[in-house]
């Protein structure tokens, strides 16, 4: 198949376009030029989606588009409102409509877990969305604009919990090993912290792949099987690195879970997580160590 990946460039997509050639012609936005490597079935295309997508850069067919890009400004509101919009949601608008005139068969968006925001039970994929920021905002403006394309192809929303793993930047699970690493106090709402079930970069990839294949509207959420709480990573990010952790403990916000419910995850992909979070802390930890050492070497 000939696929647009938008984000291609990212944590995920990189991972991404890696598994999906040689099998699959694979057209990468990016928004600077040398971030994909220049290989066979690989074609880069430079685009800022901050601005107007420039549909000429686009082949005049495409068979489906992979919409991971994000603003990386997605923290910074309302400095950065308008780059906030013009990634997550505008330019969601102008590719679903490049791939209606491109006559794909599929359109796959990457939204957040954080949409229905924090309930006292596993989100389930109908639970009412409750998006508490600008940012989550935005992401649910445009999984409402994707499914209104329903009736030109498959619409497929991919809701993404924790994903962590080696490479990642600025981020909530490199951020904890970091504060254990340098003994900055971690932060912990109420007795334990945010209860969630992260997912390791290469089963959320797995996920996306095994994504394509769906033929009709779906929102699937995107999740590990383990779940835990703030107070139990930087326990056991304590124990791989041998660094007692120290705790700044905050007064209880109230329910401060984000679990999702996978087991339309399970049946509809057929994907069950295989990277325990054991596994992949102690990759992440053993990356980020070695980073270290070499910055003081």
Do not use: W
């Amino acid at each position: 198949m000939k696929i647009l990946v938008t984000g291609a460039a990212g944590f995920i997509g990189s991972r991404l376009v890696r598994r999906l050639v040689p099998d699959h012609e694979v057209h990468c936005l990016v928004r600077e030029e040398g971030t994909v490597p220049v290989r066979p079935h690989v074609h880069p295309v430079v685009q800022d989606l901050a601005a107007p997508l420039q549909t000429s850069r686009l082949p005049e067919s495409m068979d489906g588009i992979i919409h991971l890009a994000q603003s990386r400004h997605f923290r910074k509101f309302p400095e950065q409102a308008k780059d906030i919009f013009a990634i997550n949601t505008a330019s969601t608008a102008q590719l679903l409509e490049y791939g209606r005139q491109a006559k794909v068969r599929f359109f796959l968006f990457a939204s957040s877990g954080g949409v229905c925001g924090y309930q006292p039970r596993p989100i389930v994929e109908t639970d009412p969305p409750q998006p508490n920021n600008f940012y989550l905002a935005s992401k649910y403006a445009a999984e409402c604009l994707v499914n209104a394309y329903v009736e030109y192809f498959a619409t497929v929303t991919l809701r993404y919990f924790f994903v962590y793993g080696e490479g990642q930047r600025d981020m909530f699970m490199p951020g904890l090993v970091e504060r254990v690493l340098k003994g900055n106090p971690v932060i912990v709402f109420g007795k334990t912290g945010v209860t969630m079930n992260p997912i390791h970069v290469s089963d959320a990839v797995e996920a996306t792949v095994r994504a394509l294949e769906l033929q009709r509207q779906e929102t699937i959420n995107v999740a590990g099987a383990e779940t835990t709480t703030v107070l139990e990573l930087a326990e056991l990010i304590g124990q791989l690195t041998g660094k007692k952790p120290f705790y700044s403990f905050e007064p209880d916000k109230g329910p401060m879970a984000m679990v999702a419910n996978i087991e339309k995850m399970k049946l509809k992909l057929g994907v069950s997580p295989k990277v325990s979070i054991k596994e992949g802390l102690d990759r992440l930890v053993n990356e980020l160590v070695n980073r270290s050492k070499e910055k003081t070497s």
